[in-house]
């Protein structure tokens, strides 16, 4: 019988912390590896266009500086996925920046194993040419596109990480990755079963996130041995039960019975969860139903203008209940008056919370609000006119008439001064598709200290 496999999940994003008492607990048992997930697309496109990351740099390296030096003790490896947020190489860059910097301060040396995952251009135009399919309802590719992309990546498997586990490496700092891929690398290459290999990093890549207290700011320790797997909190303020567990298994996910990654179809509708400790879940019947034909998922932004934004709130009754009267009196107004930008290359975005902002016409609401925050964004081509058109809507908005209006000195109250802020550029996906053309991924080594 092979030795179970035991690893911990940091937190459920590098850099939303984790407790120091999780990280020693942990580390009071035998551990094969840490891994943390670096990333995702869930903030939007702006991160992965910029080459910015969503998680400050002074929380990322807080993260990595209270662990790196227990897995270097250890002599056990550090996988990072999706390193800097969303992956690409300047994200990577920013992360091995941070890396060499604890280094330097704590005076270790560690071997790294570096993966991009960038696109060339001329990659994105072959597979344009019939190899890209719409993935979760995207819209058909504009090949015009393909040289316009800012920061275009493939989102890789397993494969490229176990690549780096062979090459006895101390940190593996991957760009963008499957989540999943981070926590089941080391067991598939130990070969244990993938289906309970992929299930168990399903629910770890989130950290204590399958635990109660709810906390993504947490840490999760997984076992996993040859029919089973079990995960349990660290924290002894938190706790696994079947029902948290099971409830996670379907995070993300439209279908209870099953989850998909590059390497298939994760059947669930086998699976049991037992309590087996005051604190820790059980997990048996997990399998991998292995993918007919490799497919790899691409993400790429391009550049759609700049934005520039103001805060109000409105308090007048007759007001409110007109908002929508303002709105296309501002809009006509704005439309006169900005002559600096053509009318088709620009927006205004009107955003009234309290109201409708997060519905919109689904939901009308029973009873009008005693106020109402409004926000209101315009993008345009250059930050300079996106600038002029919001200093064009606030000033008509302030202004406005409406029906049953007493008050001219202004319709809305300013939280700050200046009240306009410059949002800098927006991106869109333009790349959010599936390919099956292959691919190699380099991994790199390197020395750090």
Request: overall charge negative.
């Amino acid at each position: 019988m092979k030795k179970p496999i035991r690893y911990l999940s940091l937190c459920g994003l590098l850099g939303y912390g984790y407790a120091p008492e999780s990280l020693k607990n942990a580390l009071a048992a035998e551990l094969d590896f840490v891994g943390v997930d670096g990333g995702s697309t869930d903030p939007g496109p702006y991160y992965l266009g910029s080459g910015k990351g969503f998680v400050k740099r002074l929380q990322v390296k807080r993260d990595l500086a209270l662990v790196l030096p227990e897995t270097k003790k250890r002599n056990i490896p550090l996988i990072i996925g999706s390193a800097g947020g969303s992956g690409a190489q300047a994200h990577v860059n920013s992360v091995l920046e941070i890396l060499a910097e604890i280094a330097r301060e704590q005076s270790l040396e560690f071997k790294t194993a570096v993966i991009y995952s960038d696109l060339s251009n001329d990659f994105i135009k072959k597979a344009a040419a019939g190899h890209l399919f719409s993935c979760g309802g995207s819209p058909e590719f504009d090949a015009s596109w393909a040289d316009k992309l800012a920061n275009p990546v493939a989102q890789f498997g397993t494969e490229p990480i176990i690549e780096a586990l062979q090459k006895n490496v101390d940190v593996i700092v991957a760009g963008r990755c499957c989540d999943t891929a981070v926590f089941a690398a080391y067991p598939i290459w130990k070969n244990y079963d993938p289906g309970l290999a992929l299930h168990a990093a399903k629910i770890a890549e989130c950290g204590a996130l399958c635990a109660r207290p709810v906390g993504a700011n947490d840490s999760l320790v997984v076992e996993i041995g040859e029919d089973y797997f079990t995960v349990e909190p660290p924290n002894p303020e938190r706790t696994c039960t079947p029902d948290s567990v099971a409830a996670h298994s379907l995070y993300e996910q439209p279908d209870p019975n099953c989850f998909y990654e590059p390497e298939g179809k994760i059947d669930l509708s086998q699976c049991t969860f037992e309590q087996i400790a005051e604190r820790k879940v059980k997990v048996t019947g997990s399998r991998l139903i292995a993918a007919a034909e490799a497919t790899t998922k691409l993400e790429g932004t391009r550049l759609v203008g700049y934005r520039a934004i103001t805060i109000a709130g409105m308090r007048d009754p007759s007001g409110i209940r007109h908002i929508s009267e303002i709105e296309k009196g501002v809009r006509a107004a704005v439309a006169q008056s900005a002559v600096f930008v053509k009318e088709n290359e620009y927006s205004l975005r009107f955003l009234r919370y309290g109201l409708d902002a997060v519905t919109g016409d689904n939901e009308v609401p029973d009873v009008i609000p005693r106020e109402i925050g409004l926000v209101i964004e315009a993008i345009a081509p250059s930050q300079e006119q996106a600038d002029a058109l919001i200093g064009l809507a606030r000033s008509k908005a302030l202004h406005q008439g409406f029906p049953d209006r007493k008050a001219t000195a202004g319709n809305l109250a300013f939280p700050f001064s200046p009240s306009d802020f410059s949002g800098g550029a927006v991106y869109e996906f333009a790349l959010y598709h599936l390919t099956d053309l292959p691919l190699e991924f380099e991994v790199k080594t390197m020395v750090i200290k």
